[in-house]
């Protein structure tokens, strides 16, 4: 059964930080590239970041950039977002997913909101959620 199970969401005042993490089973992880998407009310799913599995390149939502790393463990199947000086504006459910090849990424993240598209075979969490008190 494919598993991605998101955790270290919460409450935290503007300016403050959070790490998630996803911690996957039940496919071949290391054949994935693995983003982080968030969702708020009302609005259109935003692709946050992701990692590519062929060469480990990374990518990054403009609104994001220099605030968020993510990175991956092979090794213990996880993939983490750290996320550093937050903003009431990045409040939202977090999720995960493990994007088919190939071109997971640019499909999807590098794509921007409108532009991106999704295959039935990507797999994704259920979510956690962060919000940012101002």
């Known amino acids: 059964e494919v598993q991605l199970v998101e955790s270290g969401g919460g409450l935290v005042q503007a300016g403050g930080s959070l790490r998630l993490s996803c911690a996957a089973s039940?496919?071949?992880?290391?054949?994935?590239?693995l983003g982080w998407f968030r969702q708020a009310p009302g609005e259109e799913r935003e692709g946050v970041s992701c990692?590519?599995?062929?060469?480990?390149?990374?990518y990054y939502a403009d609104s994001v950039k220099g605030r968020f790393t993510i990175s991956r463990d092979n090794a213990k199947h996880t993939v983490y977002l750290q996320m550093n000086s937050l903003k009431p504006e990045d409040t939202a459910v977090y999720y995960c997913?493990?994007?088919?090849?190939?071109?997971?990424?640019?499909?999807?993240?590098?794509?921007?909101?409108?532009?991106?598209?999704?295959?039935?075979?990507?797999?994704w969490g259920k979510g956690t959620p962060v919000t940012v008190s101002s």
């Open positions: 997913a493990a994007l088919l090849k190939p071109h997971g990424c640019v499909r999807t993240v590098v794509a921007g909101t409108r532009a991106a598209y999704y295959y039935g075979m990507d797999y």
């Open positions: 039940g496919f071949s992880f290391d054949d994935r590239d």
């Open positions: 990692i590519s599995s062929s060469d480990g390149s990374t």
